[in-house]
């Protein structure tokens, strides 16, 4: 088979996996709907859930009863640094 193909097949399968990704990461954010006080507090803002090797970071507009995703950030970064103080 030529090199073309298999960079075909290659980008074919990293398209597959990241729109797997994408459609499980969608899933646990809807998921906040139903349970918008999940996952750890960091103040009196922001709280976050993990999604693999990510942090999603979310309130929960308990007045308007939305969920707002914040960010997703990479796990291994320093979240007290990125939250910034706890309460």
Not at 27 to 52: E, K, M, W
Request: with cysteine; proline share 2%.
């Amino acid at each position: 088979m030529s090199v073309a193909f298999w960079n075909i097949l290659r980008l074919t399968d990293s398209s597959m996996a990241a729109a797997k990704y994408v459609t499980a990461l969608t899933q646990s954010c809807d998921r906040l709907a139903d349970f918008p006080l999940s996952g750890r507090r960091y103040n009196t803002h922001f709280r976050s859930i993990v999604f693999r090797n990510h942090l999603i970071v979310f309130r929960f507009d308990e007045p308007n009863n939305e969920v707002l995703i914040a960010a997703v950030v990479d796990g291994r970064r320093d979240i007290v640094e990125l939250m910034g103080e706890r309460d």
